[in-house]
């Protein structure tokens, strides 16, 4: 696999989300495959942000160490990350220089040279992307495409401003080299760019999507403003709440009406749904929550990424009651599970929670294209009739239950209730039908068991010497670190849990392989380590951890393990 590396660094406001995005866009369309990973601080101007760009002519699964070219928007990237660079990187700086540093420096006064074109200072970011695009292409008509199309609506005069910039910045960065382009695929892709808060809220709607309320909290909120935006178009309500309280009790109300409904929040706005979806665990009421994942605890880190609230988000609340808690690993693996999570919901009756987490929300990656038709809807035991005798919490073997809506039936009469009931749902205190009750609910966990999805593995299936186990974001860096490790003779194997409870029973069977099983989580504690130490009673071998709230990359995983720091 050939690769480069861009890291774009400023500060917020300085025009990087806009020349990263326009790259984005020009580098797929220009045939390389591309994950872009977003990194920003919790302040809406300054502070130093920064976005990596890895190109590739395979397809790549998470960013890595090491930058090719460094694009400086500030003084503080080239400190910041100048060490960084590998062999024959270059910096392109924002008019920065850097005296004694000993690297290939560019200075472009982005915005002078924009007004040396006639056109406005905003139009730098025009400059800077023409700038780095001399080190990918022989000439600009990939960004010139995305220009048009991002500008078009503005009249032509905006769209030649910004090519003229463009040109000028690329005229600037070739001048006086000879430049080798990074290596292209033989056939371009078919591929789609998106990042996991396009995928998850795309996904929900292929799954048929018809109510999300959320009250807008860092990394979820790109879920939230996916569905308003496509809301009218594909009639979709969308309710932002005045908290998260509201926004699940709204989504819990939708859903007991008959409609597939989600909301979407962080750990903290989670935290104060739990209440709530105990109400949906007794009144046996389905419906999907997006936990995307940042650092706590409290306010934490808002604008980074961690996996800790895995435990929180099997065990949170009070009293038991079935749940499935999935965890998407890649915006393919994403749009998928949606579909997965909403069918569980009806299946069984019960709330289902899909655990994202900043770094799969803010990702973008090529993907091939996604199939809506792929998704099947099945909404479970649901029945349009029912005569006087219906019983909405009827006991069944399998603690399912025959669904009728409110207002549908000859005479079937839909009771719910959050306190303990009966099978008519009226409101009990006896010891009797309690137990009843609550083993026909914690039956359903049976069927969840058999349902559970299996792992999804990579790599060397015979006799591997370490077997790595991830949820959720890490799936693109434990798969890299896999092929690192078995380009350095080492056989390894990827095992990665797309449903994190109940947690399949052919995780069983990995214990049952030679080789070291090392569990890999964006966490402190270990907390994938403690879930399949209390649900299967099995211990690893060891774990590598990372909680400084960034992602892994593969050479943080290869070097804990054999550095001797996977323990």
């Known amino acids: 696999m050939r690769n480069f590396n861009i890291l774009i660094g ?91 540093e000993n690297f290939d420096l560019i200075s472009i006064s982005f915005a002078e040279i924009a007004k040396k074109q006639g056109q406005p200072p905003i139009m730098a970011n025009a400059v800077a992307a023409g700038a780095i695009w001399a080190f990918l292409a022989d000439n600009l008509s990939a960004i010139e495409l995305v220009l048009a199309e991002t500008f078009g609506d503005k009249g032509d ?6 090519i003229k910039c463009a040109q000028a910045g690329f005229n600037l960065a070739r001048e006086g080299r000879t430049l080798t382009h990074p290596a292209k695929p033989l056939e371009p892709p078919e591929v789609m760019i998106l990042k996991g808060n396009d995928a998850l809220p795309t996904g929900a709607l292929a799954a048929g999507l018809k109510f999300m309320s959320a009250y807008p909290m860092t990394p979820a909120t790109g879920v939230t403003e996916f569905i308003a935006a496509h809301s009218e178009r594909l009639s979709v309500v969308m309710e932002q709440a005045e908290d998260e309280i509201a926004a699940i009790n709204m989504a ?12 979407a929040t962080s750990g903290g706005g989670f935290a104060l749904m739990t209440e709530a979806l105990g109400l949906a665990g007794s009144a046996e009421i389905p419906v999907v929550v997006i936990n995307a994942q940042r650092p706590g605890p409290s306010t934490g880190l808002p604008t980074r ?93 399998s603690g399912v239950s025959p669904r009728l809506l409110p207002g549908f039936g000859s005479g079937g009469l ?19 039908t309690r137990i009843k009750m609550m083993e026909k609910r914690m039956r359903k966990l ?46 390894s194997l990827q095992v990665h849990l797309p449903q994190v409870y109940p947690l399949p029973d052919k995780l069983r069977q990995i214990w049952n392989l030679p080789g070291r099983k090392i569990i890999v989580e964006n966490n402190y504690v270990g907390q994938l380590e403690k879930l399949i130490g209390a649900e299967l009673a099995a211990a690893p071998d060891g774990h590598v951890r990372k909680y400084d709230g960034r992602p892994f990359a593969p050479q943080d995983i290869v070097e804990q393990l054999l550095g001797g720091g996977g323990r």
Not at 83 to 96: C, F, K, R, S, T
Not at 347 to 358: E, G, K, Y
Not at 414 to 432: F, P, T
Not at 475 to 490: F, N, S, T, Y
Request: aromatic share 8%.
């Open 252 to 263: 819990i109300g939708a859903a007991y009406a008959g409609v597939r409904a989600m909301t």
């Open 446 to 491: 049976d069927g969840m068991k058999t349902a559970a999805l299996a792992p999804v593995t990579y790599g060397v299936q015979e006799e591997p010497e370490y077997i790595l186990i991830g949820f959720g974001s890490t799936k693109g860096a434990v798969r890299e670190a896999v092929d690192l490790l078995i380009g350095k003779g080492i056989p």
């Open 157 to 162: 005069e905006v769209v030649q401003g910004n």
């Open 414 to 432: 839909v009771v719910s209730a959050g306190d303990e009931h009966d099978e008519e749902g009226h409101l009990i205190e006896d010891a009797e």
């Open 10 to 100: 400023g500060e917020a406001g300085q025009g990087l989300v806009s020349v990263s995005n326009l790259l984005i866009r020009a580098i797929t369309k220009e045939g390389w495959y591309l994950f872009a990973q977003q990194d920003y601080m919790s302040r809406i101007r300054g502070g130093h942000n920064f976005v990596r760009l890895r190109l590739a002519d395979q397809p790549v699964y998470c960013c890595e160490r090491g930058v090719d070219l460094l694009v400086a928007l500030d003084q503080v990237t080239i400190d910041l990350h100048h060490e960084e660079l590998n062999q024959n990187g270059v910096v392109i700086a924002d008019g920065q220089s850097s005296p004694g």
């Open 305 to 397: 990424t961690e996996q800790g609230d895995l435990l929180f988000a099997v065990y949170g609340g009070s009293g038991d009651y079935p749940k499935a808690v999935l965890a998407p690993g890649d915006v393919e693996e994403a749009f998928y599970l949606m579909g997965t999570a909403f069918n569980l919901a009806d299946q069984f009756q019960t709330p289902v929670i899909v655990l994202s987490d900043q770094h799969l929300a803010d990702s973008y990656q090529t993907v091939k294209p996604l199939d809506p038709a792929k998704i099947s809807i099945d909404r479970g035991n649901l029945i349009t009739d029912a005569g006087p005798e219906y019983k909405r919490y009827q006991y069944t073997d």
